[in-house]
């Protein structure tokens, strides 16, 4: 079909305009698996976060790859969970990342933060600590009193922390992604930050998030029926990662081996486990896939404890995407509710 002559002169203009361009997704580099999760449901089809942990490393001391630093380097946004949990990051953020936008989930408004606990067995210290609480926005009814500290942060007027130190435990504990409902003031943060880099996507951010929160509402009411009946389940963990789940869903762990960082425990801290066990009535003792087991069977031996199941805070053996987060969530109560099944 011939283009009518008298049309030219009107096309020819718009025909020679440079076309425009797309607007770009920023470029998002993450710390760990969970975050990655939770960044790729707020960004959906629009782009993939890069990650700069390797899934199965300890998030508590990292080499970075080159790919990795590379990541950081050109990102447009950096979401990680905290100082306290990657202290090595800290370092690598200000000299690779030195434009980008810079987001510590931890310190978003709306993020409830626990305190470190103290000893190698919880239930002695539990009864002195002072607890305080706000409740979350469309969570009230799964909120717990627990005799811990727990602070709802507002995003505004941000404390100075200790326990940024690999070897200092005092501060707040870095473990908040297990529970879900920093996992939903997390996702409005993660929306918040890319609309305003990519404003023209910022409806489809923040609608990913929204459909993201709703779901989340949906796991945690799903665990809670789950977990309901295994509250009262006797357990010790491997390290002390877990305190915001098992607080969110009232599994409280007897004890940790190994503090928060997974550092190697002292002599006395075993000791102090090994003599308790039978006291505190332990069922189980959980093992984590990227640590030595032989660890485990040391302490309990002899003890009649179960040592053979394993539970992680990463999702080691999850593959990374959207589905990551919630299954990491059931992989944990799978883990309580076979504890409090083999102790039948």
């Not at 053996?317 to 299954?327: F, K, N, Q, S, V």
Request: with cysteine.
């Amino acid at each position: 079909m011939t283009m009518h002559t008298s049309l030219r002169p009107l096309l020819l203009p718009c025909l020679l305009l440079p076309a425009v361009a797309a607007a770009e997704v920023p470029s998002v580099a993450v710390d760990i698996p969970p975050v990655h999760s939770l960044v790729e449901r707020v960004m959906g089809d629009l782009g993939t976060p890069q990650l700069v942990i390797q899934p199965g490393a300890s998030p508590h001391g990292y080499a970075m790859r080159p790919s990795e630093a590379e990541a950081l380097a050109q990102a447009d946004v950096v979401f990680w969970v905290s100082d306290g949990l990657t202290p090595w990051l800290a370092k690598a953020r200000q000299s690779l990342a030195t434009d980008a936008q810079q987001v510590e989930l931890m310190e978003s408004a709306g993020t409830q933060r626990l305190t470190y606990r103290q000893g190698a067995t919880f239930e002695a210290h539990d009864h002195d600590e002072h607890h305080e609480h706000e409740e979350h926005e469309g969570h009230r009814h799964h909120e717990q009193h627990d005799g811990h500290e727990y602070d709802a942060h507002d995003g505004h007027g941000h404390e100075q922390h200790v326990g940024h130190d690999h070897h200092d435990h005092s501060g707040w504990d870095p473990h908040g992604w297990l529970d879900p409902v920093n996992a939903q003031a997390w996702l409005d943060a993660i929306a918040t930050s890319l609309a305003e880099l990519d404003p023209d996507n910022a409806d489809i951010y923040r609608h990913n998030a929204e459909e993201a929160r709703s779901e989340l509402d949906d796991l945690i009411d799903e665990l809670e029926t789950r977990l309901q009946q295994a509250q009262g389940t006797r357990f010790i963990v491997f390290h002390d990662a877990y305190q915001y789940f098992e607080r969110r869903f009232d599994v409280p762990a007897a004890g940790a081996i190994s503090l928060g960082d997974a550092s190697d425990p002292s002599p006395a801290r075993i000791r102090e486990i090994q003599q308790r066990v039978a006291e505190l009535g332990v069922q189980c003792v959980f093992r984590e896939p990227q640590f030595n087991p032989a660890l485990v069977d040391s302490v309990f031996q002899g003890t009649g404890v179960e040592t053979s199941l394993v539970i992680d805070p990463l999702g080691v053996d999850l593959p990374l995407g959207t589905e990551l987060y919630p299954a990491l969530l059931r992989q944990l109560a799978d883990g309580v509710t076979r504890c409090a099944a083999e102790a039948e």
